[in-house]
């Protein structure tokens, strides 16, 4: 039985607690874009012991980079949905435990270091329908601000209002199970199936 | 003989964009309807009836499928109509002019530095690619396609021995097989892989990306051999039960597409090229009474 939360922003262990791999999930509140340049940035500010624009608290991260365009001073965004996820797999420990998100959307596996950051900290990593920018558009009220633009529109910081923002799929969840492993380990076993049979 | 000029060629190149990036193609459309229908996974249903519905609310409201424009290539055959114009420079000012509409992220950066112009255009965008086949095509084409780069990642190229391509190419389908179980949700399941066999390691590259980039998805191969290998990489690509998005499931492949070219005695190069779901091409053809026909408007004409 697949079971269906609405969570509001910003997110408590709580709410991250209950949820279970395979679980659908939509968010009411808050949501930051952040994707390959952001997260180096994030970093290098941390290092530098620089502050960040924002308080990540409790927050959604989503592996995202809108399209935009602007009318009458104002950005409006024509398209968003998920990006190649395991890029951001290296600023995992970050993160969870220096920024304390709760959440992460993107799409594509996430690794280890990241299950376990999950499982530590308290978090879930979910899953937003790939290449479903269209859909994805509608659930985004507004967009709030915008941090970083100088690392071009995709790259930068997008702060976004967003109501039942989804369907989103828990992939990881904070008690240390991944869809991915399990897949990963079918697709492992079938793999082998077929290179015996392919002998010759 | 017809001549495209640079006006005509300006203004179809624009249509093209607008048509591409707002739907998926129909004959895509077609296989994620099919592949919904047969998938017994309800996660994997819940992903495919996102993305069916997506192509709908794309079309409907005339806005980017997918946030992310990928990179263009251009591919022209040159047959019976002359096309005497700078297409790329034609097709970068489309994109430039898309891209201030909203209709395409501004995602061309310079491969080093990553300073993005902010505009889609840049050094070699987009690609084009030529054919010159006089005598051979009753018509002219222009495909355009946005390719995603996440799809990108994973891919594969590898030169190998004659030894190593074993009987009846049992290490090549070992290696695309090998691949796409790593590749695992990164493409962005039910994708659409290419195989460039052949040439030498650029030709094979090239071919890859042209198989799944120009062809429909629902075309047969002509040659009766290589149809036969991709119904066989097909199946035992969905037997390895990633799904759509990575999450498992019926759903891994929607196609699989081999081009080949003849290679030298000492090697064979082999490409693997992954596509994404969302397959935002159209092509374009310029008959010689001067008349243009979008060929994947006459598959959907013909479906529904």
Known sequence: MIAEYELVTPLSDDDVKKLKVRDIVYINGIIYTARDLAHIRIKDYLEEGKELPVDFRGAVIFHAGPAVRKRNGEWEITGIGPTTSYRMEPFSDIIFSKLGVKALIGKGRMGEKTLENLKRYGGVFLIAPPGCSAIIVESVEEVLSSFWLDLGVPEAIWVLKVRRFGPLIVAIDSHGNSIFNEVEENVMKALNEIRFAMKG | ?304
């Open chain 2, 1 to 304: 003989m017809k001549i495209v000029n640079d006006k005509t060629l300006h203004e179809v190149a624009s249509t093209m964009i607008k048509k591409s990036v707002t739907r998926v193609a129909p004959d895509v459309l077609y296989l994620l309807k099919r592949a919904y229908e047969n998938e017994r996974s309800p996660v994997a249903r819940k992903i495919l009836e996102a993305m069916i519905s997506n192509s709908y609310a794309a079309q409907k409201k005339s806005v980017p499928l997918c946030q992310s424009p990928g990179y263009p290539v251009i591919y022209v055959k040159i047959g019976a109509v002359k096309i005497e114009t700078n297409i790329q420079k034609v097709f970068q000012k489309a994109i430039v002019e898309a891209t201030r509409e909203g209709l395409l992220r501004p995602s061309m950066v310079h491969p080093i530095t990553r300073r993005n112009p902010g505009d889609n255009s840049g050094i070699g965008i987009p690609e084009v690619e030529v054919e010159l086949v006089p005598g051979e095509a009753d018509y002219s084409e222009v495909v355009i396609s946005f390719k995603g780069c996440g799809a990108e990642l994973p891919s594969a190229l590898k030169v190998f021995t004659p030894a190593e391509v074993g009987r009846e190419g049992v290490g090549l389908k070992r290696f695309i097989l090998e691949t796409v179980a790593r590749a695992d949700g990164i493409p962005c399941p039910p994708m659409g892989i290419g195989v460039g066999i052949g040439g030498q390691m650029h030709t094979a590259a090239k071919l890859s990306r042209k198989a799944i980039s120009t062809r429909l998805w629902t075309d047969v191969n002509p040659d009766v051999g290589l149809a036969r290998l991709e119904e066989e990489l097909l199946r035992s690509i969905n037997s390895l039960g990633i799904g759509p998005a990575g999450l498992g499931g019926d759903t891994t492949a929607l196609t699989v597409k081999v081009e080949i070219a003849y290679t030298h005695t000492a090697i064979c190069p082999v490409a693997v090229n992954f596509h994404c779901w969302a397959v935002r091409r159209i092509t374009t053809r310029f008959l010689p009474d001067g008349s243009i026909l979008f060929v994947e408007d006459e598959y959907a004409g013909k479906t529904t």
